[in-house]
């Protein structure tokens, strides 16, 4: 059958199978070893190792087959191709970044945007139309669970939905993502889903709505809920750089469903309104839908009346008209109108909308300009802003005043303050996104209105969020903190669930597993921002700011950095740009806000005076707007923020307004709490490229949204548990092929099957857990369990390949064979026909050979013959055996028939037998009924009893405490009536006493009118000097404080002068100074930054080179640190098992002394069955004689209760009739009471307040007197003073003009003083900075030429004697030739200076090689730590592996210990069980009795019932006989009496037949019940019998298991030994390791320093090497001068002899010679004085170098005792490798012991398996039956607890109605002791 091919749809839905399970791809994958590697383009790459290099591996790539080698942590794990393109990627066996990332982008490409990610759904923008939101797909959806349909938006709406209907709880669905990932879009789908699925419209047609068109005007709900969209798309959507339809506001959709899962009403709640947009915009982005719709779609009349102009001429559109590809402006406008009017919006309402936009773009076209001379903004031209009164419906005059000098409070005074420019533009502006921002609101509001109309109640909801992802831009402000906030939240309550959602899996499959709450994770991160104190987060902080006078932005961050500085989650960014920066390390990864306008941002400013005017706007609309503005930060906080003047005004207004932070904290945390009330499902939108293209991922980008979005968040949580979870069937169907043997054959259950499995794969115990249903994996397991599987395969496959091409060989080769013999056989044929064919006696063979049969007729007759008579024979034999067989026939007939009449009949009789076994049965059932019925009204009625006598005794209590009360009311009323008749008369006295003082009343009040006039007079004249007063007194302390100040800061100028003098002299001399330095040093830098810029880039180059290996070190140090903490936690773990182990020894012992007690106990119960039985029979003795008491008990006990009702209703009775006389008494005694009250306390009243009234009288006068007294002193005293001020005043007045022209004038000073010392303060800073620069160059290169110098004065030393003997020579020959001499110093001096600088240069390379050849070694010593250390390491991994493996197997032991403690547990139970069904099946023997008994009883009711009617029926009789008597007309009635008389008679044998049946079914279940007692005894003789065998298994099981147990105990003991041995070796081992460590490293450090001094000592050596040569050249040059001059000599003799012949005349010449020679030979004997100082100085120089040969020596001698260590020390470790080595056999041999065991351990089990499915099988049939009896109880019970709730239930409602009346009595008597009370105070 061909497969039906894909629709279109399902293309873009259904993953094609074929591709995932293609075996080429399997093999591909498990040939080359694929995995990931990391790549800037494609984010991970495919490749295969080729090669493993140490800690880095060689790769080929599998696009280009390029080769690459990458570092081994960097590469990933690659899933098998099973996982490709897999629906759930928590599903993917290797769960990381690449394989996620290549998952998505496989499914994108493909088509398939939607993906699950474990709770997410992670959606892919695809840029395109997909067909997958038809209804179509929407039916596909409906009523399908999330694992049976493809991923989709549908599916996890629909699954919400239902989960809602079934759980009744309330479900969420939260969408995150980025700008332009599809938020919206999918918010859309979901409510259009829901729109169809829940539509309480479902009957109704299309064409009706369609009908109804434009007349529609309310539209049906699900309508409503799609128009509420474009409405706030219009408002809230703009065209961003990302998206064309970007959201600027998070929703959250509150959709409400009544109990029947119908839309009730909707409920829509928004976040982070970005108001902003209003008025700035980027230059490709646009402003909000609504004002290009407006200014486009708006028609001539419409455009009028709301003053609307072209797009460039507005300045907020700052762009102008940007238009959306595919969407018309004017069109949009049409279906926004369309959309509001669906929603219940009026025409005016829509224009009074359409103004507020206008005048939103109107503001915008205000502009101000400044004054020339002044600050102060105006507004030239003011058309813009009539514009924006006439649409807001306020005065132009009014609203400029207010913009340009508006009013503020300061303190109590109100004053008009100017505005800047800027204050004006910026007051414009927040105008206008305050106007915007109240709109937006409003709408929302009638939105909300229009949605929640109905009537219905909502039984729950369904929520959607639509909010901003988590993005981290390059400046990021207030609103990125509050969204990044929001999402730390949602993420942690994903984490949450996730952990929830975990949990209940693991509790469900019943796996044990540490929980961990991932959700604290983030709790840092949230207390960081939102907690309010100690220590306040960054929010509160932000507040309390908010509140300081003159606080800014950067005092915010300094104070954000002294509190949270050393928070976890907090941090300084590092390279700070701004001082207003920090960073928050969150989920997602680190991200720089900068704080600028962070406090007007979360003040949210307005100006106070322009919302008081639009609040009494002449527009309803207006005003209903702006009617809350209480609460609305104005000018005046914001001025209090700027001065410091007042920091106590303040304080006042704490609490007027609450900021943004406060607002949107609270909205979050409303959020969360409905979020966290509800079931949420996780979807998350991601945007594949900025382009906007359709098939394009952008990998980093990618990956960057799944870290924000918390995908990646989501799988790292993942990774800590099982993610991959396999059902057992599927397990077992596709790894069964890697444990073959291991499962036997026959069926077995899917998890005995998969135990099997796993037990035979040999699988780490960490990596797998096995749950009821499912088996749970960790990471990458099945990924090696795939690999494995394809090598069997491949295994398998290679040996079928093997056997058929060996079957097809064989098979071809033998019929090759079968083929050449028949050849052979043809051929040999063949030759012998050809050689018979011509010969004649052939021929005539052929030709005689058929007349051969001729001779043989007559035998073949005879023959013939002999065969007919023996058939006759047989034929005869066979009649005579056919006539017995008939005769035998029809007998058996004859029998049958016979058998088939009494079969008839035994039918029948079974038949009527079975009847009866029926009717029995019911009649049975029904008896039991009645009987439960009986026992269940005796209980009932016995709690009845008792609960009536407990309510007797309270009645009776209650009855005495009443009369008690009553006889204390009736003397406390006799009291009070004689209290009455004492009152009145006192009443009387007073009302006499009242006239009078009446009278004298009226005399006081007149007098005090006269008094109270004369105040007032006095009082005005005093307060109104009071004021002039106050106001002198104001303007003195004024004056006073204002000319202190003054004089206070003309001191402080002129000091600050003087010292500003001072300092800029000693500035001026330094600065000359100064720069006399700078200009030598400069002069020296020049020359020396030539020289050493090479080098100091060699010198940087050396020090990164150090930099990177201290910071190798550092990492070094580090994981040796990690190590030793890791030890540590080893060792503590070391120590819980061990506590553990003495903890299982402990309950071992337990165990064992248990089991010697149940022994014990045993036996006591096997001897106790005989008493038992003896005992059983009294028991039933005493049971007849109770029951027989009860009998008497119960209706002696009847009798009683029926008096005891009599008696109780009696005594209600007369309380009730007492207590209603009570109540009537006491409203009389509470009337009268009353009245005597008012009565008093009027009187009272009016007594005290004569009484005060008079005394208040008698003081003011008093009062009055002194006071006029005083103010006529007063008076004249303060006209004194006022003259006094006046002069006083003139001369302030004077003095402050002249204060304020010094003032002015030293202000000026101080300006231009100011201005200079900025000046020299920069000058000095950048001087000061440059000599910084300076001094260091300069410390560095006097450093530097420190050290050239003390090597040039020491070379120079040596020169300068060398120079002395070079002068003496040349002394001679410079009278020669003196021109030579001074070209050779000339020369000299050069080559000196040159030789100089070359040496200190060689000298310099040297030292860099030297310590080039240090950093090398270094680096070589460095490499070898590190892997002495990796080796270590993996040492180390390997014991903790084998400690490990050793826990594995005491825990295996211990596991086998609890299982052999189970098993014991078992027999335990199984015995109490038997004992249990041994006890019921006695309980139920006497429950029959019972039965039968209570039958017995029934069937005597029945009688006496019988006798009753039969009494009734005389009755009955005799009335009918004195009815024929007393009556003639009796005629008619005598047929009706007949009539009833047969019915009665009919009733009476109807009766008898009853009772005869109850008798009958009587002696029946008499005899039932002697076979149940036959049956009893028999089942107990077995049940004995049972036991006894069952205990002698059990002993026997005991033997073996005790046997077991100690087997196991020596080997637990020989365990703990060996463990205890290794880590006694483990811990000599690490005790060697540090002494090694230590050791090695002082061998470093002491062969670094000796490495250090032979660098030295060589250098020395080379620097004297290089002397010593110098020495020698320079005593060669000497020895060829003293040459060259002998040479001279000679000649200048040859030259005297050949002038002897002129002595005469040559005589002074020969003289002169002669001196000469003298000369000469002088410096001869100084030259050879300079030769034996030379020598000298060669000796000293060699001993020096032998010096050092010994010094080398020495060293090397160190060196090699070194070395022996280091020998030594490695041996130790080879020591130690080996012992380890050794010690792991030893592991292995207690691994194949325990194995053995566990072999054993396995066949006991099977063993004891095979016993309890014996036992089980024996018990089952009795233990079904006893549970079905306990079924019936169980029901017997529920009935009862029924009534006995139902019996409660009215107890509490009478103790509650007990309770009234007892409370009632209380308040009676309470209020009788009150009147007591007053009746006492009354007299006194």
């Known amino acids: 059958m061909s497969k039906k091919a894909p629709s279109e749809d399902e293309k873009f839905l259904f993953v094609d199978k074929d591709l995932l399970n293609s075996p080429m791809a399997q093999a591909d994958w498990s040939a080359k070893k694929l995995v990931w590697i990391p790549s800037e383009k494609h984010g991970f790459e495919a490749a295969s190792v080729k090669e493993e290099r140490g800690d880095e591996v060689l790769v080929e790539l599998a696009d280009n087959a390029k080769k690459v080698t990458v570092n081994k942590d960097d590469i990933q794990k690659m899933n098998p191709p099973k996982f490709s393109k897999v629906e759930d990627m928590a599903e993917l066996t290797c769960l990381n970044e690449a394989s996620v990332l290549h998952n998505i982008r496989e499914r994108y490409f493909s088509g398939l945007i939607y993906t699950y990610s474990g709770l997410f759904c992670v959606v892919v923008n695809p840029y395109k139309m997909l067909p997958i939101y038809s209804e179509k797909i929407i039916d596909m959806y409906k009523g399908k669970k999330r694992h049976e349909v493809p991923p989709h938006i549908y599916s996890i709406t629909d699954n919400a939905y239902r989960n809602m209907m079934q759980d009744r709880e309330d479900q969420s669905i939260l969408c995150t993502g980025e700008s332009g990932a599809g938020k919206t879009e999918n918010t859309k789908k979901v409510i259009q889903y829901l729109a169809v699925v829940a539509s309480s419209h479902k009957g109704k047609k299309d064409s009706n709505a369609q009908q109804s068109g434009s007349q529609f005007a309310y539209g049906e709900l699900e309508k409503q809920l799609l128009q509420a969209n474009p409405i706030l798309e219009a408002f809230g959507n703009a065209k961003t750089i990302k998206n064309d339809n970007s959201s600027r506001f998070g929703k959250f959709i509150r959709i409400n469903f009544d109990v029947t899962g119908y839309i009730v009403g909707a409920n829509i709640e928004t976040y982070l309104l970005e108001k902003s947009r209003c008025i700035r915009q980027a230059k490709v982005e646009r402003a909000f839908h609504i004002f290009y719709y407006m200014i486009a779609g708006a028609k001539d009349k419409l455009r009028e009346e709301l003053l609307l102009e072209p797009f460039t001429s507005y300045r907020f559109l700052i762009a102008g008209h940007v238009q959306i590809p595919g969407q018309q402006d004017d069109e949009m406008y049409e279906e926004t109108m369309e959309a509001m009017s669906i929603m219940g919006l009026t025409e005016e309402e829509r224009i009074d909308i359409l103004k507020v936009c206008s005048t939103v773009m109107q503001l915008g076209n205000i502009e101000f300009k400044k004054e020339r001379n002044q600050e102060q903004a105006t507004m030239p031209d003011n058309t813009a802003a009539q514009k924006v009164c006439h649409l807001q419906g306020i005065n132009v005059t009014d609203f400029t005043r207010a913009m340009l000098t508006p009013r503020i409070k300061v303190g109590r005074e109100v004053v008009q303050k100017a505005q800047t420019k800027e204050q004006a533009d910026f007051a414009v502006e927040a105008l206008a996104k305050a106007m915007f921002e109240r709109l937006f609101l409003w709408i929302l509001g009638r939105v909300n209105k229009a949605l929640d109309k109905t009537k219905r109640q909502g039984a729950s909801f369904l929520g959607i969020l639509d909010i901003a992802g988590f993005e981290i831009f390059e400046d990021n402000s207030f609103e990125q903190l509050c969204i990044n906030y929001t999402n730390e939240k949602l993420q942690q309550l994903f984490n949450h669930t996730m952990f929830i959602l975990e949990q209940e899996e693991y509790q469900r499959e019943g796996i044990e597993w540490n929980f961990i709450d991932f959700g604290l994770d983030l709790q840092p991160c949230i207390e960081l921002i939102e907690r309010p104190n100690n220590p306040p987060g960054i929010l509160a902080l932000l507040d309390e700011e908010c509140w300081f006078p003159k606080a800014t932005d950067v005092s915010f961050v300094e104070k954000l950095m002294n509190t949270q500085g050393n928070h976890i989650k907090f941090a300084k960014p590092k390279q700070l740009k701004d001082k207003t920066e920090f960073s928050i390390l969150h989920y997602a990864g680190k991200v720089d806000y900068n704080a600028t306008a962070w406090l007007t941002k979360n003040m949210d400013p307005l100006n106070d005076n322009v919302t008081s005017l639009l609040t009494n706007s002449s527009s309803s609309f207006v005003q209903d707007l702006w009617k809350d503005t209480d609460r609305v930060v104005g000018l005046d906080t914001i001025a209090k923020m700027t001065d410091s003047s007042m920091p106590s005004a303040s304080k006042t207004k704490k609490g007027m307004f609450r900021t943004v932070g406060q607002l949107y904290k609270e909205s979050l945390a409303k959020l969360m709490t409905t979020l966290h009330n509800t079931q949420p499902n996780f979807v998350r939108c991601i945007i594949p490229n900025h382009e906007k293209r359709a098939g394009k991922l952008d990998a980093h980008l990618v990956l960057e949204q799944l870290r924000c979005n918390g995908v990646l968040e989501g799988i790292r949580i993942c990774r800590q548990g099982f993610p991959n979870r396999i059902v057992f069937q599927e397990f077992r169907q596709r790894y069964e092929i890697l444990a073959a043997n291991a499962i036997p054959k026959g069926f077995m259950d899917g998890k005995q099957a998969c135990c099997l499995m796993i037990k035979h794969l040999d699988l780490d115990p960490n990596l797998y857990r096995i749950g009821q249903s499912k088996i749970f994996f960790r990471t990458g397991v099945l990924a090696q369990l795939e690999e494995e599987r394809d090598m069997k395969i491949t295994v398998i496959i290679i040996a079928f390949q093997a056997q058929a091409r060996g079957f097809l060989a064989r098979r071809a080769f033998a019929k090759r064979q079968q083929q050449l013999t028949a050849m052979k056989v043809i051929q040999r044929n063949c030759a012998a026909y050809l050689k018979l064919r011509n010969w004649q006696w052939w021929r005539l063979f052929t030709k005689v050979k058929p007349l051969l049969q001729v001779t043989r007729q007559e035998e073949e007759m005879s023959l013939k013959d002999e065969e007919l008579q023996r058939s006759k024979e047989i034929a005869i034999k066979y009649e005579s055996e056919l006539k017995e067989i ?257 903890k299982a020894e402990k309950i071992k012992r337990d ?145 402050l003009e002249s204060v304020t022209n010094l003032l002015n004038e030293a202000e000026g000073k101080n300006i231009k003083l100011s201005k200079d010392v900025s000046s020299l303060t920069s000058q000095l800073q950048d001087s000061q900075e440059l000599l910084a620069e300076e001094t260091r160059q300069k410390l560095q290169f006097s450093t530097k030429l420190r050290q050239a110098e003390d090597d040039k004065n020491s070379l120079q030393e040596q020169l300068e004697e060398e120079m002395e003997a070079k002068r003496n020579v040349e002394r001679h020959v410079s009278t020669l030739n003196i021109q030579l001499s001074d070209s050779k110093k000339k020369m000299d001096e050069m080559t000196g200076n040159i030789e100089l600088l070359e040496e200190s240069k060689k000298r310099l390379q040297k030292d860099l090689e030297a310590a080039n050849t240090q950093f090398e070694e270094k680096a070589s010593a460095y490499d070898k730590l590190e892997k002495t250390k990796n080796r270590l390491q993996q040492e180390l991994e390997d014991t903790l592996m084998d400690l490990d493996n050793q826990r594995q197997n005491v825990s295996n032991l211990e596991k086998k210990q609890k299982k052999f403690d189970q098993m014991l547990a078992e027999e335990k139970s199984i015995s109490s069980k038997y004992a249990d069904e041994r006890d019921r099946a006695e309980a139920e023997a006497r429950e029959k009795e019972t039965k039968a008994l209570s039958l017995a009883r029934a069937l005597e009711e029945a009688q006496d019932s019988r006798e009753e009617l039969e009494r009734a029926n005389k009755a009955l009789r005799m009335e009918m006989e004195d009815l024929i008597s007393s009556k003639d007309d009796v005629g008619k009635n005598v047929h009706e009496l007949e009539k009833s008389k047969r019915g009665l008679e009919a009733q009476v044998e109807e009766m008898k037949t009853q009772l005869e049946e109850l008798e009958d079914e009587l002696q029946a279940a008499e005899d039932a019940k002697l076979r149940l007692e036959v049956n009893m005894q028999a089942l107990k003789a077995q049940f004995e019998r049972d036991l006894q065998g069952r205990d002698e298994m059990g002993e026997e099981k005991k033997r073996q298991l005790v046997k077991q147990v100690r087997e196991l105990e020596t080997e637990l003991e020989d365990e703990r030994k060996q463990r205890a041995l290794a880590l006694a070796a483990k811990k000599k081992m690490e005790t060697d390791m540090k002494d090694l460590e230590g050791q090695i490293e002082t061998v470093n450090k002491g062969r670094d320093e000796a490495i250090k001094q032979l660098r030295k000592l060589q250098a020395q050596m080379k620097d004297y090497q290089r002397e010593l040569e110098d020495a020698r050249a320079a005593r060669e040059e000497v020895l060829t001068t003293a040459k060259e001059s002998e040479k001279k000599a000679k000649s200048l003799e040859a030259e005297l002899m050949q002038l002897q012949e002129d002595l005469a005349a040559a005589e002074r010449a020969r003289k002169q010679a002669e001196a000469e020679r003298d000369e000469l030979s002088d410096e001869l004997a100084s030259n050879s004085s300079g030769k034996s100082a030379l020598a000298d100085e060669k000796r000293r120089l060699e001993a020096k170098i032998s010096q050092l040969e010994e010094e080398l020596e020495e060293e090397q001698s160190n060196m090699e005792i070194l070395n022996d260590r280091l020998r030594k020390s490695t041996q130790q470790v080879d020591q130690l490798n080996n012992e380890l080595q050794a010690e792991r056999s030893t592991a292995h041999k207690n691994e194949s012991a325990r194995q053995q065991m566990e072999r054993q351990n396995k066949e006991l089990k099977s063993k004891l398996q095979e016993m309890e499915n014996q036992v089980k099988s024996k018990f089952k049939s009795s233990i079904t039956a006893l549970e079905a009896k306990v079924a019936q109880l169980e029901e017997q019970l529920e009935q009862e607890s029924r009534e006995k709730q139902a019996s409660a239930k009215s107890m509490r409602q009478k103790d509650k109605k007990l309770k009234d009346l007892i409370m009632q009595v209380e308040e009676e008597r309470k209020q009788a002791e009150q009147y007591k009370d007053q009746k006492n105070q009354i007299p006194a």
Request: hydrophobic residues 30%; negative net charge; proline residues 0%.
């Open 1151 to 1295: 165990l064992g002394e248990e089991l010697e007690a149940l022994k014990s106990e045993l036996e006591d119960t096997l001897d106790t069955t005989a008493t038992q039985q003896e005992l059983r029979a009294k028991r039933e003795q005493e049971v007849t004689l109770l029951k027989r008491a009860i009998e008497d008990e119960n209706r002696t006990h009847e009798s009683q209760i029926q008096e005891m009702r009599q008696k109780h209703t009696q005594a209600v009775e007369e309380l009730t009739e007492q207590l209603e006389q009570s109540k009537r008494v006491k409203s009389n005694l509470e009337k009268a009471k009353q009245a005597l009250e008012k009565e008093t306390s009027e009187l009272t009243m009016e007594v005290r307040s004569l009484v005060q009234a008079k005394q208040d009288g008698e003081h003011k006068r008093k009062k009055l007197e002194g006071q006029v007294a005083d103010l006529q002193s007063r008076f004249t005293d303060s006209e004194k003073q006022k003259a006094e001020f006046g002069e006083r005043c003139s001369k302030i007045t004077i003095e």
């Open 886 to 1142: 008939t005769l035998k026939h029809t007998s058996i007939l004859e029998e049958r028939n016979t058998l088939q009449e009494q079969l008839q009949a035994e039918t029948e009789l079974y038949a009527e037998a079975e009847e009866m076994r029926v009717r029995l049965a019911s009649k049975k059932q029904e008896l039991e009924e009645i009987l439960h019925e009986m026992e269940a009204r005796l209980d009932d009625e016995e709690e009845r009893t008792q609960s009536l006598l407990v309510e007797k005794k309270k009645m009776q209590q209650q009855m005495q405490e009443l009369e008690e009360h009553l006889e204390e009311e009736e003397d406390a009323r006799q009291k009070l009536q004689l209290e009455k008749v004492t009152c009145e008369g006192k009443i009387k006295k007073l009302e006499d006493d009242i006239l009078v003082m009446e009278d004298q009343n009226n005399k006081l009040l007149k007098e005090r009118k006269l008094m109270e006039e004369r105040i007032s007079d006095f009082s005005t004249n005093l307060a109104e000097e009071e004021e002039k007063s106050k106001n002198l007194t104001k303007l003195k302390n004024k004056h006073e404080s204002m000319i202190s100040e003054l004089e206070v800061r003309l001191k402080k100028e002129e000091k600050g002068r003087q010292e500003l003098d001072k300092a800029k002299r000693k500035l001026e001399a330094e600065s000359n100074d100064l720069q006399e330095q700078i200009a030598d040093l400069q002069a020296q830098i020049a020359d020396l930054k030539a020289q050493l810029a090479k080098k100091e880039e060699e010198l940087q180059n050396a020090l990164a080179r150090l930099e990177d290996e201290t910071a190798q070190k550092n990492n070094a140090l580090k994981k040796i640190r990690e190590l030793e903490g890791h030890i540590s936690d080893l060792q503590e773990d070391l120590d819980s098992e061990r506590a553990a182990r003495n």
